[in-house]
């Protein structure tokens, strides 16, 4: 069931903010641990945009047997990314497979605006979402939306502060309902990342992912 983009029941629901800073555990933005494969468009390596280590017990609800650290894969050079993703995370080998990669628009970055390959690292922390970050009703979630991509890039677990309802997310692969994971945004007009000039183009990523066959989705929405 895909719960309504505002209302008192997202109070409780606990999420966070992910931003550039240490904590103990070893979250990070960047950075190539994964075997990625390359972009079926614009050929280069997917990025390894961020990589949460589900030895956090905040992240509990993500952990699987199989699995130790969640990355969130996607080209970020070219169009394939506005269509649906599915990817597919082996944690034995640590190789990332694509299983539907759908572009229609065969757009890729001009060479001197392309986001570097794999991107830098830096490492990530997790703080509590503010009051402000929860959209408990509709002047909440406009707020909420002014913060996001202005004050912090990334919002994990909690309230996915959609601009539409997704339809279905039901897993393409196994048919279990997908797990609502992270969502990255970024205004054109701040450096919320250290390392690298991230331009997402007015646009919402929005990482989905199934534990019972470990495939991850990316979705997009405009802001
Ligand atoms: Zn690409
Ligand atoms: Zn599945």
Redesign the pocket.
């Known amino acids: 069931m895909i719960n309504e983009p505002y209302g008192q029941h997202w109070k409780g629901h606990k999420g966070f903010r992910a931003i550039e800073g240490s904590d103990v555990y070893h979250h990070r933005f960047g950075g190539q641990e994964w075997n990625v494969p390359k972009?079926?468009?614009?050929?280069?390596d997917?990025h390894q945009i961020l990589c949460f280590d589900l030895k956090d017990d905040r992240l509990s609800e993500l952990r699987t047997s199989k699995l130790e650290e969640l990355p969130l894969i996607s080209?970020?050079?070219?169009?394939?990314?506005w269509e649906p993703q599915l990817f597919q995370l082996d944690p034995t080998t640590k190789n990332v497979t694509v299983l539907i990669q759908n572009d229609k628009e065969k757009w890729?970055q001009d060479e001197e605006d392309k986001i570097p390959v794999p991107l830098p690292y830096t490492k990530f922390k997790l703080i509590n979402m503010l009051g402000e970050d929860i959209p408990v009703n509709e002047d909440a979630y406009y707020d909420a939306f002014d913060l996001f991509g202005q004050e912090y890039i990334c919002r994990l677990l909690g309230a996915p502060l959609y601009v539409e309802k997704p339809n279905d997310i039901s897993c393409p692969t196994c048919n279990h309902d997908m797990k609502y994971v992270s969502s990255i945004t970024q205004d054109f007009d701040v450096d919320l990342v250290s390392v690298v000039d991230l331009f997402l183009g007015e646009m919402i990523i929005y990482f989905y992912f199934c534990k019972e066959c470990l495939t991850l989705k990316t979705e997009i929405q405009g802001t």
């Open positions: 972009c079926q468009l614009c050929g280069e997917l080209c970020l050079n070219c169009s394939t990314l890729i």
